[in-house]
């Protein structure tokens, strides 16, 4: 009878009620005009006849906070991926645990592009004496380069000032705006780290150590590592995204006699008319290849 009276309320438009319409009801407490969907007849907690206010409110927005990762375009044939790790940069202190280190790319003989000089007495590739194995990564601050050398004979006879590249030692070459150009420009660079933790910039000729890099060295000698920060800022004014192309090539440089380095790799080197006869990419940045920023 307490519910029909109820309905009764809710339904009749334009009816004309008073209080006096429910006597007769009993002196039901007014939680008893309540209905609980769980306890019929009892007293219901206020929120049963509410609804949910996330009912009531609009779905909001999607996530707009977008992966500055995301959306690298497909790897180029021939191309190098570096890998995005904006939020998770490595720590540069020539320790590469951190880095994927199965993912490392071979540099050898074989996959070298050049390979120049004695290897052993009979010739065959003998990657125990001088090889390595490298990786690239980047975020919005700098390119990096890790590279893990074997060396069976460790040898750096020669001071900065002189060649570094006659002792054991790698190279990193990198045209930061890509323009292949058969000279250097201001961005781009030859930089060589003897495996005695020295270091010398060359842009064609010698210049001051770039400022703003970091680099370390590890490993255990003979052979050794060089982990290494390139900022940005030495590599022109392209912002740091995916799908960028920056021109890149290593040199690894192996000294066995203690006075000039016997051998060499260059693992890109595209041989052309270079800058005033010479090929290599020391000489120009069309000789190197290319590393694409990708994402994680």
């Known amino acids: 009878m307490q519910r029909l009276a109820v309905t009764l309320l809710l339904v009749c438009a334009g009816c004309k ?18 209905v609980d969907g769980e306890h019929d007849g009892g007293v219901a907690a206020p929120d049963d ?22 959306g690298a375009p497909a790897l180029g044939a021939g191309n190098v991926a570096a890998q995005c790790v904006i ?14 280190l199965a993912s490392f790319l071979p540099m050898t003989k074989t996959t070298s592009a050049q390979a120049n000089g004695t290897w052993d007495v009979t010739g065959i590739p003998n990657d125990t004496n001088s090889a390595a194995r490298y990786f690239v990564r980047w975020d919005l601050q700098y390119l990096y380069v890790a590279l ?23 190279e990193i070459f990198v045209d930061g705006q890509h323009t292949r150009s058969s000279s250097y420009d201001g961005t781009d660079w030859q930089l060589v780290y003897s495996a005695d933790a020295q270091k010398v910039a060359a ?32 590599l022109g004014n392209n912002a740091a995204a995916p799908g960028r192309l920056v021109g890149f090539d290593l040199k690894l440089d192996d ?30 940045a069309d000789a190197f290849g290319t590393v694409q920023l990708q994402g994680r």
Request: charged share 15%.
């Open 255 to 284: 000294n066995d006699s203690g006075t000039t380095r016997e051998r060499d790799l260059i693992l890109y080197y595209n041989p052309g008319t270079g800058n005033g006869g010479c090929t290599a990419p020391n000489c120009r």
């Open 49 to 70: 006849l509410a609804v949910a206010v996330a009912d009531l409110v609009p779905p909001g927005p999607p996530d707009l906070v977008v992966d500055p990762c995301a």
């Open 148 to 170: 893990s050398i074997t060396d069976d004979i460790r040898n750096t006879p020669n001071p900065v000032g002189s060649q570094l590249s006659e002792n054991d030692a790698v």
């Open 203 to 234: 842009q064609l000729t010698v210049t001051p150590w770039p400022s703003g890099t970091h680099e370390a060295w590890g490993g255990i000698s003979p052979a050794f590592t060089v982990e290494a920060a390139i900022p940005w800022s030495l």
């Open 17 to 34: 009620f008073s209080i006096e319409a429910l006597t007769g009801v009993g002196s039901a407490a007014p939680g008893d005009l309540a």
């Open 87 to 100: 939020g998770d940069p490595p720590t540069i202190d020539g320790d590469l645990s951190e880095w994927p």
